[in-house]
């Protein structure tokens, strides 16, 4: 196979795709949510973000993770804990709300 | 009183009895009077990997169903007489034991051994539940492909909601030349998905068909495959044993988001 230099460098490489993929699947597996349920809580996690900050979509993340592994006093007899990752490229304020 | 331990994957294919026969061997070298149980009723392989299936005479199932005494059905291992062999029925299915009656074979082994490994078939029905009932411990073996990691979580799960007590994981078939370009998940990225501790990595080696051509465990010998296996043994035993897999992540934001499920 040959690629052009261009190519090489935007192709996202293949283990950051499963990591990726694997993560939504996995919210879904253990939510018990549809996949697409998930994808539109994510886009509007990014909308409200967004409206403050530059947070990025294409890094954004949700995971589960089972009250065991959370637990402490705050969370107390939850069964689980949503986590969310929101890469933003600029901590400052957008404008128009500042 | 010995400590049970089940090898488990929920997928098939990543290297469950490959792995139980290294650990099986790994333990019997390190010392410790160990027996591997083949539970998996129906697809009997452990005796093959362990190249002890000329000596098969009675089987698990016999055990359990009284036709013999379970010193007729144990097999000593070719090279370590601190090592032995319970095989699987191979003209049987999953059907044939149930929990209880796995709980008190492996009871009936306590006094006998220091570990017993419980090679686990594929699959989160009868056969596992068979195989984890007499566990205290868990080894979750995984490849870092996207099905055998959705299937490991799925199987973490139900362990969990069995209160097994200790959960590690074990990432097998690692090809770090792949890591290093981008197109493997790495060591970490495998356990931050899946949030469980790791016992160890074992890089992706040819001498694991060499070995299973063979029937002669890699553990103990100077092999990548074989060390990385004798260091999850040494783990197994309490030692702290530096994990030497080089990894590589895939930037900040992976490394914020295992930073963040720790917390």
Redesign the interface.
């Known amino acids: 196979m040959r690629y052009s230099r261009t190519s090489v460098l935007r192709r996202k490489?293949?283990?950051?795709i499963?990591?990726k993929?694997?993560?939504s699947?996995?919210a879904a597996?253990?939510t018990g949510f549809p996949p697409e349920v998930l994808e539109m809580l994510k886009d509007d996690l990014f909308r409200v973000i967004s409206r403050y900050m530059d947070a990025d979509a294409s890094?954004l993340?949700l995971?589960v993770?089972?009250s065991?592994?959370t637990a402490s006093e705050e969370d107390d007899g939850c069964p689980a804990a949503l986590?969310t990752?929101i890469?933003v490229r600029s901590l400052r304020l957008k404008g128009t709300i500042a | 009183m010995s400590e049970v331990i089940v090898v488990t994957s929920g997928k098939g294919g990543v290297g469950k009895t490959t792995t139980s026969a290294n650990i099986g061997t790994g333990l019997a070298i390190l010392g410790k009077r160990t027996v591997m149980i083949d539970t998996d009723i129906g697809l009997r392989n452990l005796d093959v990997v362990m190249g002890l299936e000329n000596r098969i005479v009675y089987n698990l199932v016999d055990v359990v169903e009284g036709n013999c005494r379970m010193k007729q059905a144990l097999i000593r291992d070719k090279r370590y007489p601190n090592l032995y062999l319970l095989p699987s029925a191979q003209t049987r299915d999953k059907s044939a034991v149930n929990p209880e009656q796995m709980m008190k074979l492996v009871d009936d082994l306590q006094d006998d051994f220091d570990y017993i490994l419980l090679d686990c078939p594929a699959g989160i029905e009868q056969g596992f539940k068979n195989a984890v009932a007499g566990a205290g411990r868990a080894l979750v073996v995984t490849t870092p492909e996207v099905s055998a990691i959705r299937d490991a979580d799925r199987i973490i799960g139900l362990l969990d909601a069995g209160q097994m007590k200790s959960i590690h994981l074990i990432v097998n078939r690692v090809r770090h030349d792949m890591v290093r370009r981008g197109d493997m998940m790495s060591v970490d990225d495998v356990m931050d998905i899946l949030a469980v501790p790791l016992i160890g990595a074992v890089p992706d080696d040819e001498a694991i068909v060499i070995s299973t051509n063979q029937g002669e465990p890699l553990a103990g010998t100077d092999t990548a495959a074989g060390q990385a296996f004798m260091d999850i043994c040494r783990r197994l035993l309490g030692e702290d044993v530096p994990l030497v897999l080089p990894n590589v992540s895939f930037g900040i934001f992976s490394r914020l988001t295992s930073f963040l499920k720790r917390a």
């Not at chain 1, 490489?13 to 950051?16: F, I, K, P, Y």
């Open positions: 490489r293949s283990g950051a499963a990591a993929r694997l993560k699947l996995l597996d253990q890094r993340e995971f993770r089972r065991d592994e986590y990752v890469p």
